[in-house]
């Protein structure tokens, strides 16, 4: 026992300043913060937790209540936490997820589907999680066979049926080809819902493709190796340079982006680069190496390629902000639309008709192909681009009337909402009062609806749940990654439904904890670079297939 242990260490510390240990039950005046460093230690070490846990904010939430109780307190029992506990805490989550539940028929709600290959298991884990304005929601796991086509399918019909098919607006998955035919299955039965990609991985992928345009595509190979020309200047030369080469870049582009990151390193030194192949230094090195650098060096004193590194760093900087935003809950589907126009202006701006074409026939090919139709639908009914010429743009409204039909299916009812936007676009009745057209930037643009939009109010629901929706799964990732519980294998020594109310119960406790900004410092805080001020933070817990022990007494026969 803890508290023999402590008795004779009294006795052999007899007399010793600094402790205070009695052979009775100890309190908290009687225990040094040492010893109790060293008991929790202990624990960590003895029973193999990821000593991750340490950064959770329960485990700090968990020892300031035990201190509190002071001496006396008994934790609860394997059978109490895998059961009367469990339940407990699943009831909490389950009313405060109700409170989420309330405002999915008016917003509607996006599902995010993310998959994950357990190559040791042979199977697919897939979480579902549901958004909308008011929350982040965990609604199940699914573990099913990586050949099985039909499985998944089955348990996101469930879920849809769960929210309610009518408060689901859209899916966005980040399936891979596993789970492509599910797609085609789920949207027979549940037309009006949109099959989205995520809006993070497309803008990447655009971006790259755009880096493959042939005059882009020279920049990159030419930064490149610049770059590794100056690297290798800089080893037989002082370490200064490749701590900014290494450094000039942001975490966004160098992971997501590989050939902006490149460039943008290259470009940020320029002027560096400059007076290094000015200098004598580098003079009496080129001399003294095999390879042949006058291309490189042709490179960096061009006007010629600084100015293409900056056409193509302008026309990628929209797509990078608006990049930023996504990996969080809150909704930018009425905004990414303006990513593709300020690409396109940032070009045309530079008079390169050739450069401009290009680009345009890549964006324009690419675009249904890798966003959804409401990112059309929601340039269209944010208040903040009145007027910006949709009517004109071929893809804008390809992509509102994919929407309409996908959302009616009655040709009466997509001809009602036509004429609630024609009124909108003239600035009839409300939405053409001076408040109503004062407050288009100055107001959230679901808001905005809420507002003005009364005497159309067939567009008005339609404005309100598009606008209410997210784009990307970037929110559920860093949970995901973090989620190791191999749910087959601890199936087979649990029953189902346990494993079930585990995984529903952590996974809701750690969106609580993101949403909440809860941290126990700022090395948990998510990269600024990759979320607004806005944006949900992220704690690394312990990994489920940690804590299943605490199950086992249950699975003895």
């Known amino acids: 026992m803890e508290e023999e242990r402590l008795a004779r260490k009294k006795e052999k510390t007899s007399g010793k300043p600094g402790k205070c240990i009695r052979t009775s039950r100890p309190s908290l005046s009687s225990v040094t913060k040492e010893d ?215 975490l966004l582009s160098t992971k997501f982006v590989p050939s902006y990151g490149i460039v943008q390193r290259i470009f940020q030194l320029k002027q560096t680069l400059l007076e290094i192949v000015a200098g004598e230094d580098w003079k009496q090195w080129k001399l003294c190496i095999p390879e042949d650098i006058a291309s490189i060096e042709a490179a960096i004193t061009s006007d010629d390629f600084w100015s293409r590194a900056n056409l193509f760093l302008q026309l990628c900087e929209p797509f990078l902000s608006f990049l930023a935003t996504l990996n969080t809950d809150r909704s930018v589907m009425g905004d990414l639309y303006d990513c593709r126009v300020q690409a396109l202006e940032a070009v045309r701006s530079q008079r390169i008709d050739s450069v401009s074409n290009l680009l345009e026939e890549l964006i324009e090919n690419r675009w249904d192909v890798l966003f959804s139709p409401l990112h059309a639908a929601g340039y269209i009914l944010n208040p903040k681009y009145f007027g910006k010429g949709q009517t004109k743009d071929r893809t804008v409204m390809r992509g509102w009337k994919a929407t309409l039909e996908s959302y009616e299916g009655e040709a009466s009812s997509r001809r009602v909402l036509r004429e609630q936007l024609s009124s909108y676009w003239r600035l009839e009745g409300s939405l053409g009062e001076e408040d109503a057209v004062d407050c288009r930037d100055k107001m959230d643009p679901v808001a905005w609806w809420e507002n003005f939009g009364f005497e159309t109010p067939h567009l008005q629901t339609l404005a309100v749940k598009v606008l209410s929706q997210v784009s990307s799964v970037g929110m559920c990732e860093e949970i995901w990654q973090d989620n190791d519980f191999p749910c087959r294998r601890t199936a087979n020594r649990l029953e189902v439904e346990r494993v079930e109310d585990l995984v529903f119960v952590r996974n809701n406790l750690r969106l609580h904890s993101q949403r909440n900004g809860i941290s126990r410092s700022p090395s948990f805080q998510r990269n600024q670079i990759l979320s607004s001020p806005s944006g949900i933070k992220t704690w690394d817990g312990t990994r489920l297939d940690q804590i299943k022990t605490i199950f086992s007494i249950h699975d003895t026969s």
């Not at 796991?141 to 049926?161: C, E, Q």
Request: proline fraction near 5%.
């Open 36 to 250: 109790v460093d060293d008991i929790v230690a202990r624990f960590f070490y003895a029973d193999g937790f990821n000593i991750k846990v340490v950064n959770s904010p329960y485990f700090l939430e968990m020892a300031k209540a035990i201190a509190a109780f002071g001496p006396g307190y008994e934790p609860p029992t394997r059978d109490e936490l895998s059961d009367s506990y469990l339940s407990k805490e699943k009831g909490r989550i389950e009313k405060s997820v109700a409170l989420v539940r309330e405002s999915w028929p008016h917003t509607g709600c996006t599902m995010l589907c993310i998959s994950r290959l357990d190559s040791s298991l042979g199977c697919l884990h897939i979480d579902i999680y549901v958004c909308s304005p008011r929350g982040l929601a965990f609604l199940k796991a699914v573990d099913i066979d990586a050949n099985d086509d039909n499985v998944f399918p089955g348990a996101l019909t469930d879920a849809i049926i769960e929210v309610g098919p009518t408060n689901v607006v859209q899916i966005i998955s980040h399936l891979g080809p596993a789970c492509k035919s599910s797609e085609s299955l789920v949207l027979s039965k549940f037309p009006h819902i949109f099959w989205s990609p995520c809006a993070s991985h497309s803008i990447c992928k655009l971006m790259e493709e755009i880096a493959e345009l042939e005059w882009v595509k020279s920049v990159v190979v030419c930064a490149k190796e610049t770059e590794q020309c100056i690297m290798a200047y800089q080893r037989s030369s002082s370490g200064i340079l490749i701590q900014n080469l290494e450094g000039s870049s942001d």
